[in-house]
Structures are given as structure tokens and as C-alpha cells.
């Protein structure tokens, strides 16, 4: 093995990204320091089709694994074989959740260079990555935080203590804040991806034009916005000659109202020193200058990650790789592609999580 124990001494990961439409590979050295990342976008093959289908996500990532790996690799001063001035220690891969056949690409592609360079493979969860965003754009974050992950398949709070240390506070019920947008941008003819789209038409509509119903759960720190989408399909179909913009913008705003109080109600519960966003949605503008403002007003420090950090990204699974394989170990070679899993705090011998059965 090259240089490299089951635990503690693996520096330098070499991460791969195939949970959905991204291909992805990053160089990360100790879980902090993104060294390169390359990622690879999918979004124009899956629009005509208003959503990402899973056979040509599949077939895409297959094309695509072995440049984007030899990119990153070549960004990072290292031959193919992953050795240079400091070498790959580990490989690291996404094994779920996400759609199963594109993550056996990157699952399969991580194992078999892991067993032809002789270093540990690290199975981690995707969710998990989404975690060390914050960190590796600022390494002395103050701990606990509270997380609000916000994707098109994931809406949860998650208070971090520490690298490999959280907790769930609160998940979706439903529809996540992702799908959502998503839903209600193919409704309203706005293409896809959906959160782009309503974000970028709400900004000239009148967030206040309509008032939509907001979940807000009472007593819960769960999430629930299918209510929500099917408000503004009804208004829509009731009402055909309505603004799309005015729609869209008051829809944005109901969902961002909800993230926002719930988020701080989260916070203080916790009693964490501040705030992160993570996922795609945190790239919303108007969520960024809503969790901003808001959170500041009380006292608690805000991060947002810069938009590449909140997509799906490798960096982010390089970044919980390391920190998995320091705490847990190395994953085995039989670790596969796990669509459902959950987020849970690391477990002994490798198991990047559980099955998500909410």
C-alpha cells in the first residue's frame, strides 16, 4: 500500500462525484484544501427533457469518467497514476444516495484505481459531503453550526459540532425545497433546472402579489412544501391570465420564508455559534440575502458557500472522505451504490450512513 494506513495517515484523497448530473473529481489535501476540482455538467442533455433521466445520466458518466479523473489529477501536478511531488493516499467516491446507475460509475471507477495504486477507498455519503462545503471555503469556522442542506432531493437541518459529529433536526416531509422549484418551474413553462429559473424570474415579478400557504409545521423543525406546490398549481389553473413573474416571485418567497424561520428556530434550539447553507439551492438569491439579513439581526454568524461549492461538486466528498477515513477507516472492497441512504453520523467499519426511511 502506498504509504498509506487504514486510518490516520492518508493525506491527499483523490474524490469522485457521480451521484446525479455532475461528473466529478477533486485533489483535496486533509479534508481542508481543495488542491483541484473539476466538474463536468450534464444540464444541457437532460433540459429538453425537464428533468435528468437516469439512462443518459448513466451513459454520460461512463464517457466522461476517465477525463474528468485525469484532469483533476493533471491540475494537481500528478501523473495518471496519481503520484507526483505528494502523491494520492486514498480514493474516495459518492455511494449514495442519488440515482443508482450513476453512482455505480463513480463507485466502480474509485475502487478499481484504488486497487491498481494499492491505497484505501473511502465509501461516503453524499449528504455528509454537502456538510464540509463551509469548510473548505473557511477552514476556522466556528463549531456547532446549524446546516440548512437544501437540494432538489434533500431538505434538512443538521446541527455540526464537529467533523464527523451531527445530528438531524429536522428533514422534509414531502416534497424537498428543490423539488419543489422544480415542479413548479415545469409548470409554469420556465425550463429546467427549476431553481435557477423561478430565481431568476422572481426578480421581476412582486414577491407579495399572492399569498401562498406557508408549512411551518408547529412545534416541528420538519419541512413540508408538496401544500405549497399544489397552492400554486390551483391559483394558476384557476386564474390562467395571472403574471408568471408575480407567481413565481410570491412562491419563492413562501419557500424561503419557511427555510429562513425554521433555520433560526434550529439555531437557537442548538444553541449554535452560526449558520451555513448548503445544496443547490443555497445558490438562491434570495435566500442567501434573506438567511443573511435575518440571522445577523440575532446575533448569529452566516456562511454561504460561493455557488460552485453549493452544487455537487467532489471537493465536498474529498473533504468527508478524509475526515471518514481518520475517524473510521477504510471502506470495503463490496461497499456499493446505496440510493436510499440516509444521513447518520459515521459508524464503525465504514458505513457511510443508513437507509433513508422517512
Known sequence: MRGASLRDEASRLLAIETSCDET???????????????VSSQMDLHARYGGVVPEIASRAHTELIVPVVTEALALAGLDSAGRGERPVEAVAATTGPGLVGALLVG??????????????????????GHLYASLLEEPDLELPVVVLLVSGGHTLLVRMDAPGRYEVLGRTRDDAAGEAFDKVARFLGLGYPGGPAVDRVSAHGDAGAFAFPRAFLEGSLDFSFSGLKTAVVRYVRAHPSVATEDVAASFQEAVVDVLVEKTLSAARQARAAGICLAGGVAANSSLRARATESAEAEGFRVFLPSRAMCTDNAAMIGAAGYFRLRDVGASGWDAGAEPGLGLSP?????????????
Open 346 to 358: 459515521p459508524g464503525r467499519g465504514g458505513a457511510p450512513g443508513r437507509r433513508d426511511t422517512s
Open 24 to 38: 466529478a473529481a477533486a485533489v483535496v489535501d486533509e479534508g481542508r484544501r481543495v488542491v483541484s476540482s473539476v
Open 107 to 128: 463507485v466502480s471507477a474509485a475502487k478499481a484505481i484504488a486497487m491498481a495504486w494499492g491505497v484505501p477507498f473511502v465509501a461516503v455519503n453524499h449528504l455528509e
